[in-house]
């Protein structure tokens, strides 16, 4: 018909193979110029000398302390590391999704005035890793776990406030669009007609975080905010191996227990 434009033919195989080489090209000589912009002195690294102090390093790491005391100290440590993340979460969870509601345009005719805002706040929470969130509470709050929980639970907020918000904007709009033409509120809607729907997802997500979280909050007590990472540096500053490596050992059997534990809950949620 007159007036209409012609269809735009799709690219021919020989010019997608040519975008593609010309797009891995352009990768390795990134890659080239990275490596080539770093002091990597593999010589070093790979010398006798080098290799004997690994090698010393791996034999001692392979020798782990059972001694009665040091195991009756890991295991608060471990507790509290399980406590930080749990707490962490949960206070991430439920700021998350106070922050998620305003954060979301939950119908086409919602103004949504606080979005944007509530995004950038999001944003600005989940840019600041958790680590600089410790490093700014400890010198607020001291040293222990709070500061530790509390960088946990404002890094994941900004996380799982920006998961939660897609989620409730990507909800199926006809039942609430069936109780919005009856009148009913948007409160009402929101609790009747949406939060039904995306409450698997949103607790899914939730134990994801967690598994995170746990191993953040073993990293997490190096700058001193309790756990087993504050084990860990102090032992580790000694240069005291074997209780070095006990504490590695701790983390990797607490790490494997939640994502195992997550994994079986998320699967129940799915089912």
């Given at each position: 018909m007159a007036g209409m434009a012609d269809p735009v033919p799709p690219p021919s195989w020989r010019s997608l193979r040519l975008r593609v080489a010309a797009f891995l090209l352009a990768l390795l000589g990134l890659v080239g110029l990275s490596f080539a912009s770093l002091d990597l002195q593999w010589g070093r690294f790979f010398g006798p000398q080098s290799l004997a102090r690994m090698g010393r390093f791996a034999g001692e790491l392979l020798s782990p302390s059972l001694d009665g005391r040091f195991l009756a100290r890991l295991a608060p440590a471990l507790l509290e590391t399980v406590a930080m993340s749990v707490v962490g979460t949960l206070l991430a969870a439920l700021g998350g999704l106070l922050l998620a509601l305003p954060a979301s345009?939950?119908?086409?005719?919602?103004?949504?005035?606080?979005?944007?805002?509530?995004?950038?706040?999001?944003?600005?929470?989940?840019?600041?890793?958790?680590?600089?969130?410790?490093?700014?509470?400890?010198?607020?709050?001291?040293?222990?776990?709070?500061?530790?929980?509390?960088?946990?639970?404002?890094?994941?907020?900004?996380?799982?406030?920006?998961?939660?918000?897609?989620?409730?904007?990507n909800a199926a709009p006809e039942p609430g669009f069936a109780l919005r033409v009856r009148g009913v509120g948007e409160a009402r809607v929101l609790a009747y007609a949406v939060l039904p729907q995306v409450t698997p997802q949103?607790?899914?997500?939730?134990?994801?975080?967690?598994?995170?979280?746990?191993?953040?909050?073993?990293?997490?007590?190096?700058?001193?905010?309790?756990?087993?990472?504050?084990?860990?540096?102090?032992?580790?500053?000694?240069?005291?191996?074997?209780?070095?490596?006990?504490?590695?050992?701790?983390?990797?059997?607490?790490?494997?227990?939640?994502?195992?534990?997550?994994?079986?809950?998320?699967?129940?949620?799915?089912?």
């Open positions: 345009r939950t119908h086409a005719g919602d103004p949504a005035r606080w979005r944007g805002p509530s995004r950038l706040l999001l944003n600005v929470l989940r840019s600041v890793p958790e680590l600089m969130w410790a490093a700014l509470l400890l010198i607020a709050a001291g040293l222990g776990p709070f500061a530790g929980t509390m960088a946990l639970a404002l890094h994941t907020t900004g996380v799982l406030g920006r998961l939660f918000a897609e989620a409730i904007e949103l607790l899914s997500y939730t134990l994801y975080r967690w598994e995170n979280n746990i191993r953040a909050a073993a990293v997490l007590g190096v700058v001193g905010a309790g756990g087993l990472g504050q084990l860990l540096a102090f032992h580790l500053g000694l240069f005291q191996m074997a209780e070095t490596a006990t504490i590695l050992a701790a983390m990797l059997v607490l790490v494997l227990a939640v994502d195992g534990a997550s994994h079986g809950l998320r699967r129940l949620l799915t089912r």
